[in-house]
Nanobody
């Protein structure tokens, strides 16, 4: 499975961005899809995940209510809609995919990773 993330950029605090992650290769709706982020000097952290069925979503406390993860299995794409952005949301955002994921918040649970897309939020 190959993942290609896009949609990052520079935005002012309070603004919005939508990230996309296109999957190719041996894709399928059985994968849990997730977004993680990594700021300079900080360990990669969980942001959001969508179960393979899309019926369950999970969010980090820091983004709950501001970010929304969604998936379009027909297009093999997962999205992260980010609103009310804060300077502390500045990071490289990575999409990830994994099968049979139980610990959806752990980066070790995912087998495939995209290359990352940079989000910068100015104050």
């Amino acid at each position: 499975v190959q993942l290609q993330a896009s949609g990052g950029g520079l935005v002012q605090a309070g603004g919005s961005l939508r990230l996309s992650c296109a999957a190719s290769g041996r894709t399928g709706s059985t994968y849990t899809m997730a977004w993680f982020r990594q700021a300079p000097g900080i360990e990669r952290e969980f942001v959001a995940a969508s179960s393979w069925s899309g019926t369950r979503t999970y969010y980090a406390d820091s983004v709950r209510g501001r970010f929304t993860i969604s998936r379009d299995d027909a297009d093999n794409t997962v999205y992260l809609q980010m609103s009310s952005l804060k300077p502390e949301d500045t990071a490289v955002y990575y999409c990830a995919a994994g099968q049979y994921v139980s610990t959806w918040y752990s980066r070790h649970a995912y087998d495939y990773w995209g290359q990352g897309t940079l989000v910068t939020v100015s104050s």
